[in-house]
């Protein structure tokens, strides 16, 4: 059975970090891309960061670029994201979403298992 587990959530101050963690099962990291996506109150999905199943290809929306990093561990099977330098529109609902393909790409038609998502408040 495929699971994706999101954690590491929380309250930050403006230009404080999170690093959230999905611990995954049921498939292997090293075989499928993966991505971190948002949903802030009142808007649309947003996809945030990809991962290639190597490990080696990372790709970030223009609004978290320099300020993100997307990582993976493969042997614990957990997928990452270090986020620096919040800002309150960082402010969201986040979730690992597994994808179809190889690659992390934005297309969001392409994950076809998703977390349960864990809130990132960023308020003074």
């Known amino acids: 059975e495929v699971q994706l587990v999101e954690s590491g959530g929380g309250f930050a101050q403006p230009g404080g970090s999170l690093r959230l963690s999905c611990a995954v099962a049921?498939?292997?990291?090293?075989?499928?891309?993966m991505s971190w996506v948002r949903r802030a109150p009142g808007k649309e999905l947003e996809w945030v960061s990809g991962?290639?199943?190597?490990?080696?290809?990372?790709t970030y929306a223009d609004s978290v670029k320099g300020r993100f990093t997307i990582s993976r561990d493969s042997v614990k099977n957990t997928l990452y994201l270090e986020m620096n330098s919040l800002k309150p529109e960082d402010s969201a609902e986040y979730y690992c979403?597994?994808?179809?393909?190889?690659?992390?790409?934005?297309?969001?038609?392409?994950?076809?298992?998703w977390g349960q998502g864990t809130q990132v408040t960023v308020s003074s």
């Open positions: 049921g498939f292997s990291l090293s075989s499928y891309g």
């Open positions: 979403a597994k994808s179809v393909t190889a690659y992390g790409s934005s297309r969001l038609e392409e994950y076809n298992y």
């Open positions: 991962i290639n199943n190597g490990g080696d290809m990372t």
